[in-house]
């Protein structure tokens, strides 16, 4: 009876292993399919990416405004109305960008399925008298090589 327990100890850490693999083997195809972009969802990503690297101080909208489709849709959160139109919406963003004195867009992560395009970022603005910081997800809609849809999802 001596080797009953250190058999279950061999059986447990084989299950262990072997569970282990499985899961593996399940899991692995799925997470390397979601690392993998076409051409037209990296060209996606790349177009969001530039539109963040235009945030700086100072503002100058033509940057962004050159990536924005002209129907353009903006929701700046979860809980704002939408802004309809690249003009209002650049418009919009000027005023946020009036008095700051710096800005800087950290895009921690992309995800891209066929014209969407979604980013977890750092958005963060100087003030003459203050620092905000927004811990933000955008989730973007892309038509012809421009943003049509675009949200901001604030993350508490």
Aim: proline content about 6%.
């Amino acid at each position: 009876m001596m080797w009953y327990p250190q058999y279950r100890m061999e059986r447990r850490k084989f299950l262990g292993t072997a569970a282990a693999g499985a899961l593996g083997t399940v899991v692995s195809p799925a997470v390397l399919g979601a690392a993998t972009r076409s051409e037209s969802e990296e060209r996606n990503v790349q177009i969001v990416n530039k539109m963040c690297e235009a945030w700086v101080a100072p503002f100058d909208p033509a940057p962004i405004g050159a990536l924005l489709a002209e129907d353009c849709i903006y929701r700046a959160s979860e809980t704002t109305p939408p802004m309809n139109g690249r003009d209002s919406i650049l418009e919009f963003i000027q005023t946020i960008m009036n008095d700051v004195t710096g800005c800087e867009f950290e895009v921690v992560e992309s995800f891209a399925r066929g014209p969407i395009v979604m980013n977890d970022r750092w958005d963060r603005f100087d003030y003459p008298s203050r620092k905000s910081e927004f811990h933000v997800v955008g989730v973007f809609f892309m038509k012809d090589g421009l943003i049509s849809e675009w949200t901001d999802y604030l993350i508490p």
